[in-house]
């Protein structure tokens, strides 16, 4: 599986990205499809952020999906110039999909990977490494850990508990886009360091929107924040 030691932010080779195209992954209904579905589908906008997710039972994952989602609005997104959206990549079972968008509270499509051979293949990497609490996490490390124990107690009855993923695959995020010769490339990436490695919302909205999102910018349920 996918390496141990440090991840880059290079973007994965040509070849690579040709290859992991036809990977399969799975919707919530447990649906195969190929990777690229995800970003150049009939349904596909012109550039699609994917977000690698860690475990399903991962609650720092779960806070920044939330502040994502709070953030870079779907909303938001329609109203950027280049049509644009963000899909969600994990390696739990697919049967813990609904379970972990109503977590997350993420209006994003999910999928799951469960082989992680995506993740294998683009460079992300397996570590315990925590790293330093970054600005989308609000609640303490304990804290977290007990959430995440909490989620798998309750998916004892449906036999799920242990079917979240492995704890040491980090993510990432790949922002793909058209290359002009009839497919989408990654002309973006950064890889997860550690446990708390997202990229920073900030910095997310620098990639998608060119600047940063104001509080005033967000729309949630259709209306501005400041109404």
Same mark, same amino acid.
């Given at each position: 599986?996918?390496?141990?030691?440090?991840?880059?932010?290079?973007?994965?080779?040509?070849?690579?990205?040709?290859?992991?195209?036809?990977?399969?992954?799975?919707?919530?209904?447990?649906?195969?499809?190929?990777?690229?579905?995800?970003?150049?589908?009939?349904?596909?906008?012109?550039?699609?952020?994917?977000?690698?997710?860690?475990?399903?039972?991962? +609650?720092?994952?779960?806070?920044? &999906?939330? *502040? =994502?989602?709070?953030?870079?609005?779907?909303?938001? $997104?329609? @109203?950027? /110039?280049?049509?644009?959206?963000?899909?969600?990549?994990?390696?739990?079972?697919?049967?813990?999909?609904?379970?972990?968008?109503?977590?997350?509270?993420?209006?994003?499509?999910?999928?799951?990977?469960?082989?992680?051979?995506?993740?294998?293949?683009?460079?992300?990497?397996?570590?315990?490494?925590?790293?330093?609490?970054? +600005?989308?996490?609000?609640?303490? &490390?304990? *804290? =977290?850990?007990?959430?995440?124990?909490?989620?798998? $107690?309750? @998916?004892? /009855?449906?036999?799920?508990?242990?079917?979240?993923?492995?704890?040491?695959?980090?993510?990432?995020?790949?922002?793909?886009?058209?290359?002009?010769?009839?497919?989408?490339?990654?002309?973006?990436?950064?890889?997860?360091?550690?446990?708390?490695?997202?990229?920073?919302?900030?910095?997310?909205?620098?990639?998608?929107?060119?600047?940063?999102?104001?509080?005033?910018?967000?729309?949630?349920?259709?209306?501005?924040?400041?109404?």
């Amino acid at each position: 599986m996918a390496g141990h030691g440090v991840a880059t932010d290079s973007l994965p080779a040509a070849v690579t990205q040709l290859q992991v195209a036809d990977f399969p992954v799975f919707d919530r209904e447990g649906k195969e499809l190929p990777f690229s579905d995800v970003y150049n589908g009939r349904n596909a906008t012109d550039r699609t952020l994917v977000v690698f997710v860690r475990h399903f039972f991962c +609650g720092s994952c779960q806070e920044y &999906l939330e *502040r =994502l989602s709070a953030t870079i609005t779907p909303n938001l $997104l329609s @109203q950027s /110039p280049t049509s644009t959206s963000v899909a969600v990549v994990g390696f739990g079972d697919y049967r813990l999909i609904d379970f972990y968008a109503e977590q997350s509270r993420c209006p994003f499509p999910i999928y799951s990977d469960p082989t992680r051979k995506l993740h294998d293949a683009l460079g992300m990497i397996n570590t315990w490494d925590v790293g330093q609490q970054p +600005g989308y996490i609000s609640k303490s &490390l304990p *804290r =977290l850990a007990v959430e995440g124990l909490w989620q798998a $107690l309750k @998916q004892l /009855p449906n036999g799920l508990a242990f079917k979240n993923g492995s704890a040491q695959q980090e993510g990432g995020e790949f922002l793909f886009e058209p290359t002009g010769e009839g497919d989408k490339r990654v002309t973006w990436c950064h890889r997860m360091q550690n446990s708390w490695g997202h990229t920073e919302i900030p910095a997310i909205s620098r990639v998608l929107l060119g600047h940063e999102v104001a509080k005033t910018d967000r729309v949630v349920g259709g209306r501005s924040d400041n109404t």
